[in-house]
């Protein structure tokens, strides 16, 4: 061999031995907390691994440390589909309720499990995401998304230092987890910012999520996020797989990720009380925020007989530990005009740390809330935060009353347009009507580009905010008609994050009838109401003037109520405007993706009663299953009625079923019917 051929060979062996000395140093440090070598020692080593990589870059590893600094900023986020769907937990709020689901979980694997056992660990106040690894490298990151869908933010994992980059698993492996701060980083990360002059993030939560969502990952690797993961994907594509949920944080613990510190396995409920009780009283010194427990099934076994409902697993739930609360001063009170008119108060307080989050403004619902509270300025009170909920004024402490305190009056007069406010019969609201009001407008084009809606990528509140001040948009429409020497003109706008905007406003017009209906911000017309609406249409929005009254009461969770405001919102000549001209855009609505269970004939389009107390599941999980196979839940028995579903005591209903000649199903027979 030739002295460079040796050389070469020598200088690879040292990447490689770099390498494998720095992945594993660094998984001592953060998911078993042991650092073996110092600070300095570490750095030594990185650099002496950055200078050989510049010099012989065709020998760089794809798991070296020096990969995860970020790379070229990309244009937008892709979506991707989950190979097994990302599901939310149904919640249990107490003790009681946790009680419930364990002897639901009990019930529905009679005969099959003599004892069952669950595990519990935190429930991190975090980001979900999922990790995908082919032979043992990290390949994907995938965000939660809607659940089947999520964006792809591979750059921005690979930067996360407590995400191996390499593990010992062949073939395909899917980590899930949550990505998060820690309190002593993220404590540093706001007081960093706070010497730039930039605004702190609200709380740890918000900046994981905005940190993750960066299009540039050199800005993620410069921010130190955490991984802790919480169980693998349950898809075929996955050999091996552990028998229960403690041997798969073990097999996660194992391969060197951090996992919960506290992780349990029980088989009582007093069991449970004992944990919960103790986790609770340690909560405030945890290096991490948590809002709960997670309890599992432990066998995989059984988890897979007992299933999922189409958002939750039948066998897990988030235990939510109460909320915190804490006293502060309430120094004045504005009026925030949402998108629909509405005037908020909003509290402004002395600042105050609850939950370790400093809070300095709250809200106060409305009108009646103050009056019903006896809320004054001035007045001490009592401040609630949980979880990610926007905190609020809970009451006034009458202990602290000085009287200096002083009435709140409710102006009669829109703060932003100076229009007499009004409120509608049976409301407790006061609403602006004028259709031209700035902050109508703001709040309206910042829905119509939020994300459960059009989702265009960096059109936030900021920049909504910054269009709207600087008369470039007046509403949603407007958007369309934008042009690159507009937003060149603006402060802080570049020729690339000018372009980018324009691309995401343009790509914006592919969307669905269901993302589009819910953007035009209809009074009521949340995002369910909105797929159900598009269905009727047919994916035609010309149909939509043709809906009636009847019509619209006709459709499934559509009361009087949602069927004025729609009829409303099409009799209003300025909204009809308003479509008209973003339909002038060319928008076109593509048919959205279906399941292949949406389409079975015997529950879709049919009408179903149920009677009775079900036993292995609760009427509202009946009732989320047949809407989700296309079936409507009606609550009284007719001739339109297809099925009768039957319980343990059944009522009236029953004896109407039999009389009228109506399909009987038994629980167990409607359960082999939603499969």
């Not at 996992?259 to 919960?276: C, G, K, T």
Request: hydrophobic content about 35%; aromatic content about 6%.
């Amino acid at each position: 061999m030739s002295a460079p051929a040796q050389d070469d060979a020598a200088t690879q062996t040292r990447i490689e031995t770099l390498v494998r000395d720095l992945n594993h140093y660094a998984r001592l440090y953060y998911s078993e907390s042991q650092p073996v070598v110092s600070d300095a020692e570490y750095d030594r080593l990185y650099r002496e691994l950055q200078e050989l990589e510049n010099k012989n870059p065709s020998f760089i590893l794809p798991d070296s440390p020096t990969q995860r600094v970020g790379s070229t900023p990309l244009p937008r986020f892709e979506t991707v589909e989950h190979r097994e769907p990302m599901l939310s937990l149904e919640n249990a709020m107490n003790l009681e309720e946790l009680s419930e689901f364990l002897e639901r979980s009990r019930k529905g694997l009679a005969g099959d499990a003599l004892e069952v056992t669950w595990t519990v660990e935190y429930k991190f106040d975090g980001v979900a995401v999922a990790l995908h690894y082919e032979d043992g490298l990290l390949v994907r990151g995938l965000t939660r998304g809607d659940g089947i869908e999520g964006e792809d933010i591979t750059q921005n994992v690979r930067t996360i230092r407590s995400i191996p980059l390499r593990i010992e698993r062949e073939g395909r492996f899917e980590v899930r987890g949550e990505v998060l701060f820690l309190r002593s980083d993220f404590e540093r990360l706001n007081d960093e910012r706070i010497k730039a002059g930039e605004p702190p993030f609200a709380n740890p939560r918000n900046a994981a999520s905005g940190t993750l969502r960066q299009l540039d990952s050199r800005i993620t690797a410069a921010r130190p996020l955490t991984f802790y993961g919480y169980g693998i994907s349950s898809s075929r594509d996955v050999e091996n797989v552990p028998a229960t949920h403690f041997e798969i944080i073990q097999l996660l613990s194992s391969l060197g990720f951090c996992v919960s510190p506290l992780f349990h396995r029980f088989s009582s409920d007093q069991e449970f009380a004992h944990i919960y009780h103790e986790a609770l009283g340690s909560r405030s010194s945890l290096p991490f925020e948590v809002d709960g427990l997670v309890v599992k099934v432990d066998s995989c076994r059984l988890q897979e007989e007992l299933g999922t409902r189409q958002r939750s697993p039948r066998w897990a739930i988030a235990v939510k530990f109460p909320p915190v609360e804490e006293h502060t001063v309430l120094e004045d009170i504005h009026i925030q005009v949402g998108r629909t008119g509405a005037l908020t108060p909003v509290a402004v307080l002395r600042p105050v740390s609850v939950g370790g989050v400093v809070v300095s403004r709250a809200t106060l619902h409305n009108e009646g809330e103050i009056e019903r509270k006896g809320i004054f300025i001035g007045d001490t009170v009592v401040v609630r935060r949980q979880g990610d909920v926007i905190p609020a004024v809970v009451s006034f402490v009458a202990g602290k009353r000085t009287g200096k305190e002083r009435k709140f009056i409710f102006p009669d007069n829109c703060p932003r347009c100076g229009t007499a406010v009004r409120v509608a019969s049976g409301e407790a609201v006061r609403r602006c009507p004028n259709p031209r009001c700035p902050a109508k407008s703001l709040h309206r084009i910042i829905h119509f580009a939020s994300r459960g809606a059009l989702d265009i990528e960096g059109l936030g509140e900021k920049m909504v905010a910054l269009l709207v001040e600087n008369d470039r948009v007046r509403d949603p429409a407007d958007l369309y008609s934008l042009t690159k020497e507009e937003l060149l003109s603006l402060p802080r706008m570049g020729e690339k994050s000018s372009e980018n905007l324009l691309h995401a406003i343009a790509t914006s017009k592919e969307t669905t009838l269901a993302k589009f209906l819910y953007a035009l911000g209809i009074r009521h017309v949340g995002e369910r109401t909105s797929q159900i609406l598009a269905g009727a249409l047919e994916n035609r929005i010309e149909n939509l003037q043709n809906l009636s009254e009847e019509d619209l009461l006709a459709l499934p969770e559509i009361g009087p109520e949602i069927a004025g405001s729609i009829l409303e919102f099409l009799a209003d000549e300025d909204e009809q405007n308003l479509v008209s001209r973003l339909l002038a855009h060319g928008f076109h609505f593509h048919e959205p993706v279906a399941s292949s269970s949406e389409s079975r004939s015997e529950i879709a389009g049919k009408n179903f009663v149920l009677t009775g107390t079900l036993t292995s599941l609760s009427r509202g999980d009946a009732k989320e299953r047949i809407e989700s196979l296309g079936g409507r839940v009606v609550s009284s028995v007719s001739a339109k009625t297809n099925y009768v579903v039957v319980g343990d005591s059944p009522g009236s209903k029953l004896e109407k079923a039999k009389t009228l000649g109506i399909s009987i199903l038994s629980e167990d027979e409607f359960l082999k019917l939603i499969g």
